[in-house]
């Protein structure tokens, strides 16, 4: 069984800053991709970041690119979503979710695994 907790989501002003952290258990993810998803009230499900096994490579949806940067740690099983200028537009809940392969993937249908979501209200 695996598990992904997201925890970092508060509500913040427009222009703030907050990082959010995914901590995986269960089974090691040092050699697959993880992703970062946000789902706003009345939307679908949408791709945000994904970053490789290695955290060299990185992909960004155009929405957040320039604002979100994708890292993670894997001697602690851990990645992290650090988010600047937040605007209104990024409120959603936001998911972590993990793929079996090494490649990164933008698209949902290839994550495996998913968090439980956390919140993120930015106020205008």
């Known amino acids: 069984q695996v598990q992904l907790v997201e925890s970092g989501g508060g509500l913040v002003q427009a222009g703030g800053s907050l990082r959010l952290s995914c901590a995986a258990s269960?089974?090691?993810?040092?050699?697959?991709?993880m992703g970062w998803f946000r789902q706003a009230p009345g939307k679908e499900r949408e791709f945000v970041a994904t970053?490789?096994?290695?955290?060299?490579?990185?992909r960004y949806a155009d929405s957040v690119k320039g604002r979100f940067t994708i890292s993670r740690d894997n001697a602690k099983n851990t990645v992290y979503l650090q988010m600047n200028s937040l605007k209104p537009e990024d409120t959603a809940v936001y998911y972590c979710?993990?793929?079996?392969?090494?490649?990164?993937?933008?698209?949902?249908?290839?994550?495996?695994?998913w968090g439980q979501g956390t919140q993120v209200t930015v106020s205008s």
């Open positions: 979710a993990a793929t079996a392969a090494i490649t990164i993937t933008t698209y949902l249908r290839d994550y495996d695994y």
């Open positions: 970053i490789n096994w290695s955290g060299h490579s990185t």
């Open positions: 269960g089974r090691t993810f040092s050699n697959t991709a």
